[in-house]
T-cell receptor
Framework: DAGVIQSPRHEVTEMGQEVTLRCKPI?????LFWYRQTMMRGLELLIY????????DSGMPEDRFSAKMPNASFSTLKIQPSEPRDSAVYFC??????????????FGSGTQLSVL | KQEVTQIPAALSVPEGENLVLNCSFT??????LQWFRQDPGKGLTSLLL?????REQTSGRLNASLDKSSGRSTLYIAASQPGDSATYLC?????????FGKGTRLSVIA
């Protein structure tokens, strides 16, 4: 199994530009999570999906952030317009159906986002 | 709202030493407690998962314990090695997705 795949690994952009982060969960997993990691705040949950449906987006910091999951094998996190304070590592994670959100999470390698 | 705290933030030990990493959580109504390892520039890898009905889990040189009543978990690493150097994060799972601590950055010196 290839694990959770995220792209790109690194993204450098200028303030005001649109940024799209991509995630392919492990096949068969029905929960998908987007987390953001910074030194100051640690790992924060942004949004999570179950069977492609957004369940809780209360962690999305502003309307500039949006996430979609058009099918079971693909999700995107979009920031428009981007700001320097959005600079962080963004992780995608998925979990297996046997235990849902209460079971083991598998993380991707993350996208290091730098907004200049 | 669940809060997870890990102390210390960083720890340096000589190779071969046994060590304990601490994790505390504010809401004891958890379903499980998980420990993860994160290497620099990498994602998180799950090490151990303790269900709320369990007291401990072991994997090789790692042993994690859980005391729900006191809101504490510990990760014990036996005979530490330089390859154990990484950041270790604990996370509490309840009715909401996992809430993470900020981690303990461990350095094992050869």
């Amino acid at each position: 199994d290839a694990g959770v795949i995220q792209s790109p690994r690194h993204e450098v952009t200028e303030m005001g530009q649109e940024v799209t982060l991509r995630c392919k969960p492990i096949s068969g997993h029905d929960y998908l999570f987007w987390y953001r990691q910074t030194m100051m705040r640690g790992l924060e949950l942004l949004i999570y999906f179950n069977n492609n449906v957004p369940i809780d987006d209360s962690g999305m910091p502003e309307d500039r952030f949006s996430a979609k999951m058009p099918n079971a094998s693909f999700s995107t996190l979009k920031i428009q317009p981007s700001e320097p304070r959005d600079s962080a590592v963004y992780f995608c994670a998925s979990s297996a159906p046997s235990g849902g959100k209460r079971e083991k999470l598998f993380f991707g390698s993350g996208t290091q986002l730098s907004v200049l | 709202k669940q809060e997870v705290t890990q102390i210390p933030a960083a720890l340096s030990v000589p190779e071969g030493e046994n060590l304990v990493l601490n994790c505390s959580f504010t809401d004891s109504a958890i379903y499980n407690l998980q420990w993860f390892r994160q290497d620099p520039g990498k994602g998180l890898t799950s090490l151990l998962l303790i269900q709320s009905s369990q007291r401990e889990q072991t994997s090789g040189r790692l042993n994690a314990s859980l005391d729900k009543s006191s809101g504490r978990s510990t990760l014990y690493i036996a005979a530490s090695q330089p390859g154990d150097s990484a950041t270790y994060l604990c996370a509490a799972g309840g009715n909401t997705p996992l809430v993470f601590g900020k981690g303990t950055r461990l350095s094992v010196i050869a």
